[in-house]
């Protein structure tokens, strides 16, 4: 099992920024990668950011291509997602998701472990 506890999120105005923060704890040696999704009221979990531990590769939704980055401190089990250039659109719920070893798709929501999720707010 793994745990994520997620920070960070908040109000914002459109156009600023925030960083979310997800800290992993447990058997975080069964996990291949670590992302953020987003859901927002009525409508699906969507991917948003991941990092893959093999070679640090990074994957972004074209929504949040050049506005959002993903970035991990190996020595805090912590991933960061630094948000630039808020739209309101950005605003929901955001998720920390960790992807189980064995899976090789990190923009889908399937065998992932979750966080609790932490609101974000883009007011316009």
């Known amino acids: 099992q793994v745990w994520l506890v997620e920070s960070g999120g908040g109000l914002v105005q459109a156009g600023g920024s925030l960083r979310l923060s997800c800290a992993a704890s447990?058997?975080?040696?069964?996990?291949?990668?670590m992302g953020w999704f987003r859901q927002a009221p009525g409508k699906e979990r969507e991917f948003v950011a991941a990092?893959?531990?093999?070679?640090?590769?990074?994957y972004y939704a074209d929504s949040v291509k050049g506005r959002f980055t993903i970035a991990r401190d190996n020595a805090k089990n912590t991933v960061y997602l630094q948000m630039n250039g808020l739209k309101p659109e950005d605003t929901a719920v955001y998720y920390c998701?960790?992807?189980?070893?064995?899976?090789?798709?990190?923009?889908?929501?399937?065998?992932?472990?979750w966080g609790q999720g932490t609101q974000v707010t883009v007011s316009s």
């Open positions: 990092l893959r531990w093999s070679g640090d590769n990074t």
């Open positions: 998701a960790a992807k189980k070893s064995g899976s090789d798709s990190f923009t889908s929501p399937s065998d992932n472990y």
């Open positions: 447990g058997r975080t040696f069964s996990v291949a990668g």
